[in-house]
């Protein structure tokens, strides 16, 4: 509505970001690093936008900061884009991002119960399985040591549906886009300001959003994850680890 925009610009040793109707240019709430090249990722959810920078989320912009933004952005809207030749200096391809794999040397290999440090808040934690019975019951399982009352995450795949439960949020519930069956699968799990975004394989399953109940968000709000494990009691798929790139 009302023609849209969106800029990045990298000026002075800065990043900023810029959206119509929303706001003018405004830095990222986390500076990207000065690597070359880069790879920028522009995800629109159904309330906010966030912005990636090789594999890292640097803002989220949520359409109700203003009613002229919400009013542009909110639904269906985007079906077209191009590059203003007036103004875009700096983009060279465009694509559909592909799965996030980390490189061989990002890799690690699961060790059940070894507590490991990740801050989830930064770095979006991708998980390598190699299921090819989809019948079975499938588990990816993780504990959070230090989430309020004890925090677990929970992927099932078992009678070809695919399940996601998080501790004081729900129980096994399916996701709501299902992945197609193919092997291997890449699992990314991002952790926003407000929310849990599960991914497989470069496509978003489902989002869950912290306010669904008052536990939900006591537990999971704010930077509350810098170490998990893989619980050997109930993961059963989980292979390896890694940081998306």
């Known amino acids: 509505k009302n023609g849209g925009w969106i800029g990045i610009k990298w000026q002075y040793g800065i990043a900023y970001h810029k959206i119509s109707s929303c706001h003018d240019y405004k ?13 920028w990722k522009i995800s629109k959810m159904d309330d906010r936008f966030v912005f990636y920078f090789n594999g890292q989320v640097l803002d989220t912009v949520y359409f109700s900061e203003s009613s002229s933004c919400e009013r542009s952005w909110s639904g269906d809207v985007v079906s077209l884009v191009s590059f203003n030749p007036d103004h875009d200096t700096a ?14 040397k990002e890799w690690f290999e699961v060790e059940r119960n070894e507590r490991i440090k990740w801050d989830l808040e930064t770095t ?18 993780m504990d959070f040591d230090n989430v309020k009352n004890g925090g677990w995450i929970g992927i099932k795949w078992q009678y070809g549906v695919a399940y996601h439960k998080i501790s004081s949020c729900h129980d096994y519930k399916r996701f709501s886009t299902q992945p197609s069956q193919e092997s291997p699968q890449i699992w990314k799990i991002s952790k926003m300001d407000d929310s849990f975004v599960f991914s497989l394989n470069g496509k978003v399953l489902d989002t869950v959003y912290f306010s669904e109940s008052s536990s939900c968000k006591s537990s999971w709000s704010g930077d509350v994850v810098s170490l998990f494990s893989f619980n050997p009691d109930h993961d059963t798929a989980s292979k390896m680890y890694g940081r998306p790139t």
């Open 91 to 104: 983009s060279k391809m465009y694509g559909r991002p592909t799965a996030s794999i980390p490189t061989e």
């Open 27 to 39: 830095r990222f709430s986390t500076q990207p690093s000065q690597e070359s090249p880069q790879i």
């Open 124 to 141: 979006p934690l991708a998980i390598k399985t190699e299921i090819t019975n989809f019948q079975s019951r499938n588990v990816i399982f």
